[in-house]
């Protein structure tokens, strides 16, 4: 494997030298930093630094530490290359990993030419691995007193497991309110990015449940911006918050679906919206 030469650390933008000789025909994957966090599986969610390389030249194609802005992808087939698919699954978050990809199981014999890969060039990485998530995550922020009675309260585990909401028998109020359940510690979400999270809604006068994450098995994924054409109250409600928070949104008609709700669902006219959301990463 080609040698770290600057920038050994975790969270460090590394230099990598050219690679030694020919490259292997195989994954090559070598655990440079072990980390003691979650472990990356098959389908899971992972927020990550990486720098990009070509082993013949050491010429890098791509890194995210001069971004300032870690990636966020999901480890399943389509969405990411093989090398890391396979490279990464049983590393844990903390971890720095390097990996060197064929072209077999990077982009294939047409290569990536808008990055300058070509169908023959095997690949070197360096990856930070920096968290990792699935449908067993939750926010792990610090709870915060839910103290006015006008509001629902929402339960405080991060089981993955759903909170239960408790929605007043009183009249919701005429305003959005976003407010803190689980403070988190992370960046604030900006109205650009895409939000990794758990999340449910129900209706205020039924407070039955029309959708929900928690429980299923599965994460959502969207971008603030696209979900301002949908539900404006949610994507308002979201930015600012902080990553690793659970948020309590309330969304008066108005800037949730007003009198054109989905068709066949239990959200009626003029139906005002509760959301727990777990903000897990920004992407």
């Known amino acids: 494997m080609p040698a770290i030469t600057a920038g050994a650390k975790f969270g460090e933008k590394p230099t990598v030298a050219k690679g030694p000789g020919e490259p292997s025909t195989n994954l090559a994957v070598k655990t440079v930093i072990a980390g003691s966090g979650g472990t990356v599986a098959e389908n899971d969610f992972v927020q990550a630094n990486y720098l990009g390389q070509i082993w013949d030249t050491a010429k890098v194609f791509d890194n995210s530490y001069d971004k300032k802005r870690p990636l966020v992808l999901q480890l399943a087939a389509g969405g990411v290359i093989d090398g890391w698919r396979y ?10 990993v ?13 290569g990536e030419p808008q990055a300058g890969i070509k169908g023959t060039d095997t690949l070197v990485f360096v990856i930070d691995v920096i968290d990792v998530f699935n449908s067993k ?29 408790t929605v007043p028998k009183a009249a919701p109020p005429k305003k959005l309110v976003s ?10 979400l900006k ?25 299923s098995g599965r994460l959502s994924q969207f971008a603030l911006a696209q979900m301002q054409q949908a539900v404006k109250g949610l994507a308002d409600g979201l930015t600012g918050k902080k990553v690793g928070s659970r948020v309590l949104i309330v969304v008066p008609p108005e800037l949730g679906y007003g009198d054109t709700p989905p068709s066949g669902g239990i959200i009626k006219k003029g139906a005002t919206l509760v959301f727990t959301v777990d903000i897990l990463a920004a992407m």
């Open 179 to 188: 407010t803190y359940v689980l403070e988190g510690d992370g960046p604030e």
């Open 98 to 110: 390097q990996i060197a990809v064929p072209p077999s199981l990077g982009y294939g014999k047409e």
């Open 87 to 96: 490279g990464l699954a049983g590393k844990k978050a903390g971890s720095r």
């Open 137 to 165: 995550s939750s926010a792990k922020g610090k709870p915060v007193a839910q103290s006015d009675a006008s509001l629902p309260t929402v339960a405080t585990n991060t089981d993955g497991g759903v909170p239960k909401v």
């Open 191 to 215: 109205a650009d990015q895409t939000v990794l999270c758990q999340f449910q809604g129900l209706v205020w006068d039924s407070g039955k449940t029309f959708q929900r994450t928690y429980g």
